[in-house]
């Protein structure tokens, strides 16, 4: 067994259940991912005995080899942007899909899963920083595009919201952030009252993440180490 897993997985589980606390949450309404992108498939069978059974993959390739490789009852969540010749891959493993952003997206992922004959939760990712290069739909797009998914596309399980916050900005901007999720959230929720999963936090920033609301943390290096 690799200690140094074991270890952050005890430090890491240890910042959740004070976080948890702190906030007045219940550690159940918070869910592990360990993103094992560019992990080697031992890594990810390491974590699994030690009893995370939850990861996420950016890559459809990547996704397809790890599924192939790693125990059967893992739940794989799809993180990264979505590129329309890789829905088929992830129609075919990813049990979550947390970077819906595309109408043309959906359309496809809804038809392979109808050949398929499954189904695929999804969240829809908000760029809420209004950063240009990055993956999400606006702000002011989401409620229209989640009508949008929830009427046309039945094999897609809508269940909530994805976010990425901008990594290098000011304290006072990360809190700004912040609550421009919890407040577009909890509109979203009004509207949308069985899409109450919120996917909000990295190893950087889980502990705020948790303060504001997440029920899906993403943790990737601190947790499972270096990637190559
Ligand atoms: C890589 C990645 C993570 C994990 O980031 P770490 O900094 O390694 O914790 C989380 N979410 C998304 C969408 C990612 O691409």
């Avoid at 606390?21 to 990810?44: F, T, Y």
């Avoid at 695929?120 to 797009?141: A, F, H, R, Y």
């Avoid at 039945?154 to 421009?180: A, V, Y």
Wanted: one cysteine or more; aromatic letters at 6%.
């Amino acid at each position: 067994m690799h200690e140094k897993l074991k270890d952050r997985f005890a430090d890491i589980s240890q910042k959740i259940q004070a976080a948890c606390h702190k906030a007045q949450r219940s550690e159940k309404d918070v869910q592990l991912i360990a993103v094992s992108k560019l992990q080697s498939i031992e890594v990810v069978k390491e974590a699994y005995i030690l009893g995370i059974n939850h990861f996420g993959e950016n890559y459809a390739q990547e996704l397809d080899k790890k599924v192939l490789a790693t125990p059967k009852d893992i739940i794989w969540h799809f993180i990264g942007p979505i590129q329309s010749n890789k829905v088929k891959l992830i129609a075919k493993h990813a049990h979550w899909i947390h970077s819906l952003d595309r109408e043309k997206i959906a359309k496809k992922l809804n038809d392979a899963l109808e050949i398929e004959g499954r189904k695929i939760k999804v969240l829809i990712q908000v760029n809420i920083d209004q950063e240009k290069s990055k993956s999400g739909i606006n702000t002011n797009d989401v409620i229209d595009f989640a009508s949008n998914v929830d009427m046309n596309f039945p094999n897609l399980i809508l269940k909530g919201l994805m976010f990425m916050p901008k990594i290098n900005q000011s304290k006072k901007d990360k809190i700004d952030s912040m609550k421009n999720i919890t407040s577009l959230q909890s509109t979203f929720v009004n509207k949308f009252p069985a899409c109450n999963v919120l996917s909000l936090g990295t190893s950087n920033d889980f502990e705020e993440s948790i303060r504001a609301g997440s029920t899906m943390i993403r943790i990737g290096e601190s947790l499972l180490g270096k990637r190559s």
